[in-house]
């Protein structure tokens, strides 16, 4: 079917969910309605990417809902393999990004990006689109998978959507469906600590300073525990000291069994210090 | 390009080369024409796939007389990308073919397969081509290029070609020129052993007793010492205990300085005991 796309001269865009489908999705659906003349999205919960001990079994799954907003949202193709589809016996290849992989997630997440790197360079190639969107929301397997569509010569263009926030603040995740009244109530303190490390950071302060500050405010706030919360440099994730590249805060954080993350964008600094 | 020609309905083959080509090369680019409309070939010595103690720098390289051998061959493409095209700063991501990659080979060349694994990944996705042609000659690296093919769902046919061999039964590989007088004409008893060996294999002999009886002769007949030389599972490379399956028996042997492989069928037998 996308054969028959391309030879027809039209442009076809990918958007790679696990499904439970909220607002945020249909936001980078509409996002690749705009870039290509077709839409394809996959809903695939990919068993690869998650630990021993995480959300596998309890990920929410609703498929019929998720093919009726998927139709709303001006999705032309909805691609929904099993995992025997996915790995068939003997699978054995994986991809690794490297020193991006490393830092943050991989620290509490060892392997979770290998299981989402293999997956997502099995999703460009099999869907033959010409451009691939991810959201900003999971800031670090965004930049790995940049960096592997480049590396690997995948001949896609993958394309940043900025994250979708309820009116409070908190980013949309499929994960918030897990938070207890209590909890969705302290949640949205997640962005709002982030907005004020950015502008504490843009004005002067140090990133150590910065950081500490974020952690005991987010621990007042009603957080159980802090997996991090690190100013990055933007590409390359490792630890931001030329503040004249743009940085990232990005931040992990629990509410009860809830893990939720989030990042804000660090602008460069002019005056450098 | 090759969109091009893929455009206008003809179907392109890729003769992935370290260079340096010989006969066994040119019967790739050959085999590949028959195969498809256009043949490229890419020339490129890959330095992640050499260990720091091997032969990278003093690896034969003749790219005008490649470029001659190939236009003969009718290759309608030369592919010679230089190493920083390839890897271009921060590149990160690798490839890995799991337990394919670990026996034989890894042993004695830890990480080359991870370096051809990336590379060959490379190729095939920059290439864009509908079929891409190995020699039979490196078979476990065959059998991971078939199986990341697989994996990764890279649009692509693989191909396996049989071995080349000079009229004395050695196979032809680039590093035969490293060989003095008195070593090429040690040489031929890697194949002619190997023969032996599937030969008393099929006439019922244990895998154990044939290994040791073929890494017996091939030290009496002047092989300075045997990396490894064992029957396995040909689709799996694991030990082979299930002599109804195809087999396959591979050899690693030093000739001096020189590292020579080579590899023999093991058909699989009907009275499996």
Redesign the interface.
């Known amino acids: 079917m996308v054969a028959a796309w391309h030879r027809a001269g039209d442009t076809v865009a990918l958007v790679p969910t696990m499904g439970a489908l909220h607002r945020g999705h249909l936001t980078l659906v509409q996002h690749a309605c705009g870039l290509a003349r077709h839409v394809i999205a996959s809903v695939f919960v990919n068993p690869t990417q998650f630990g021993p001990n995480e959300d596998f079994s309890r990920y929410p799954r609703d498929e019929a809902g998720d093919a009726a907003k998927l139709v709303g949202a001006g999705c032309s193709l909805l691609y929904a393999p099993d995992a025997g589809e996915m790995y068939?016996p003997?699978?054995?290849?994986?991809?690794?990004?490297?020193?991006?992989a490393e830092p943050l997630e991989n620290q509490f997440r060892p392997g979770h990006f290998t299981g989402v790197?293999?997956v997502v360079?099995?999703l460009l190639?099999?869907s033959?689109a010409d451009i691939a969107c991810f959201g900003e929301k999971d800031y670090q397997q965004l930049q790995i998978i940049r960096?592997?569509a480049?590396?690997?010569?995948?001949?896609i263009r993958i394309e940043a959507v900025p994250t979708v926030r309820e009116p409070d603040g908190l980013a949309l995740s499929s994960r918030n469906s897990y938070l207890s009244d209590d909890e969705r109530r302290i949640a949205p303190a997640l962005h709002r600590v982030l907005t004020d490390v950015a502008a504490r950071f843009a004005a002067g302060a140090s990133t150590q300073d910065v950081a500490a500050w974020g952690a005991a405010e987010l621990l007042r706030a009603g957080f159980a525990k802090l997996d991090y919360l690190d100013l990055r440099d933007a590409?390359?994730l490792q630890p931001l000291v030329d503040r004249s590249r743009p940085g990232r805060a990005l931040v992990a954080a629990w509410l009860g069994k809830t893990r939720l993350i989030d990042n804000q964008a660090l602008p460069p600094t002019k005056n450098a210090g």
């Not at 003997?90 to 991006?100: E, H, I, K």
């Not at 480049?150 to 001949?155: A, G, N, Q, S």
């Open positions: 068939p003997n699978f054995a290849t994986t991809v690794s990004a490297g020193a991006l790197a293999t360079t099995k190639l099999q033959q960096r592997l480049r590396d690997l010569d995948i001949p590409e390359t």
